[in-house]
């Protein structure tokens, strides 16, 4: 529950910094260019961090459960009466 909690102010605390940084940037990397609102840059970043948090979070359960992630040699054909 204080997860859900926690998440819910990150998620509000964001969207508000968004609303009041509505105005236009310019993200110059590499040989790309682009030009977008400072709140879509803003949410989108932390979409990604979330999305990359998430994955982390995933894979370090996976290894220290023991468990073998499951692949094309783990899979076996069912057996046919």
Do not use: R
């Amino acid at each position: 529950m204080a997860t859900i909690i926690f998440l819910l102010l990150v998620m509000l605390i964001v969207a508000v910094f968004s609303v009041q940084n509505a105005m236009p940037v310019a993200i110059t990397f590499l040989f790309w260019k682009l030009e977008a609102s400072l709140a879509i840059i803003v949410f989108l970043s932390a979409l990604c961090g979330a999305v990359a948090g998430g994955i982390i979070i995933s894979l370090l359960k996976l290894k220290s459960s023991g468990k073998k992630p499951i692949t094309k040699d783990t899979i076996s054909e069912p057996h046919k009466p």
